[in-house]
């Protein structure tokens, strides 16, 4: 069983502070993903990497970054935390193939992220 | 520019009955189509999926049909069961472009006893 897991399940951060959102898979998959889920907008894609040290930007990068050093690892932050972040923030992999019915996303539980 | 749409946001579908849920897609060049399911406090879970060279993929309770030329899928859930009650995403991907998914905005589906 693909296992994801996030480092948090709730988080209350301030105004300014820098976030680290962590995430860690166990099945050697090679790509990772970060969403974020708010009520009417669905899931919304931050970053993805298809490697390690390697990101791509996916719909709203703005205000965050990612960090991918180990391939089980994948890494989201937010530098200098603002109240418009505030949401669920999913983690996902997937094996890396060419899109397949074997190369299905596989989320981890979500962060709920509070900005005060 | 929301590529992938699901216009209910809710559903309320009684025990046994069907559950029909709906998705639109305005991206021309997506090519393989996904449904997920989200439990409140879970991460979504995949449920079916169907490439654009078919028009029909059944798992069990579950079927998805595609027409591609209104651009529309559905997923149809038969009989519906108090478990199912969820929220359901539509995603979609262009193959080309390595696993990435856009997703739609998601139906809440309420299966009464």
Same mark, same amino acid.
């Given at each position: 069983?693909?296992?994801?897991?996030?480092?948090?399940?709730?988080?209350?951060?301030?105004?300014?502070?820098?976030?680290?959102?962590?995430? +860690?898979?166990?099945?050697?998959?090679?790509?990772?993903?970060?969403?974020?889920?708010? @009520? !009417?907008?669905?899931?919304? *894609?931050?970053?993805?990497?298809?490697?390690?040290?390697?990101?791509?930007?996916?719909?709203?990068?703005?205000?965050?970054?990612?960090?991918?050093?180990?391939?089980?690892?994948?890494?989201?932050?937010?530098?200098?935390?603002?109240?418009?972040?505030?949401?669920?923030?999913?983690?996902?992999?997937?094996?890396?193939?060419?899109?397949?019915?074997?190369?299905?996303?596989?989320?981890? @539980?979500?962060?709920? *992220?509070? +900005?005060? | 520019?929301?590529?992938?749409?699901?216009?209910?946001?809710?559903?309320?579908?009684?025990?046994?009955?069907?559950?029909?849920?709906?998705?639109?897609?305005? &991206?021309?060049?997506?090519?393989?189509?996904?449904?997920?399911?989200?439990?409140?406090?879970?991460? @979504?879970?995949? *449920?079916?999926?169907?490439?654009?060279?078919?028009?029909? &993929?059944?798992?069990?309770?579950?079927? +998805?049909?595609?027409?591609?030329?209104?651009?529309?899928?559905?997923?149809?859930? +038969?009989?519906?069961? @108090?478990?199912?009650?969820?929220?359901?995403?539509?995603?979609?991907?262009?193959? !080309?472009?390595?696993?990435?998914?856009?997703?739609?905005?998601?139906?809440?589906?309420?299966?009464?006893?």
């Amino acid at each position: 069983d693909v296992k994801v897991t996030q480092s948090s399940r709730y988080l209350v951060k301030r105004t300014g502070e820098k976030v680290f959102l962590e995430c +860690v898979q166990d099945m050697d998959h090679e790509n990772m993903f970060w969403y974020r889920q708010d @009520p !009417g907008l669905g899931l919304r *894609l931050i970053y993805f990497s298809y490697d390690v040290k390697m990101k791509e930007k996916g719909d709203i990068p703005e205000g965050y970054s990612v960090s991918r050093e180990k391939k089980e690892r994948f890494s989201l932050i937010l530098e200098s935390a603002s109240t418009n972040q505030t949401s669920m923030y999913l983690c996902a992999s997937s094996l890396g193939a060419r899109m397949s019915a074997s190369d299905t996303q596989y989320f981890g @539980p979500g962060t709920r *992220l509070t +900005v005060l | 520019d929301q590529q992938v749409k699901q216009n209910s946001p809710s559903l309320s579908v009684q025990e046994g009955r069907i559950s029909i849920l709906n998705c639109d897609y305005t &991206n021309s060049m997506f090519d393989y189509f996904l449904w997920y399911k989200k439990y409140p406090a879970e991460g @979504p879970t995949f *449920l079916i999926s169907i490439s654009s060279i078919k028009d029909k &993929n059944e798992d069990g309770r579950f079927t +998805v049909f595609l027409n591609k030329s209104a651009k529309h899928l559905s997923l149809h859930i +038969v009989p519906s069961q @108090p478990g199912d009650s969820a929220v359901y995403f539509c995603a979609a991907s262009n193959t !080309g472009t390595a696993s990435k998914l856009t997703f739609g905005t998601g139906t809440r589906l309420q299966v009464t006893l």
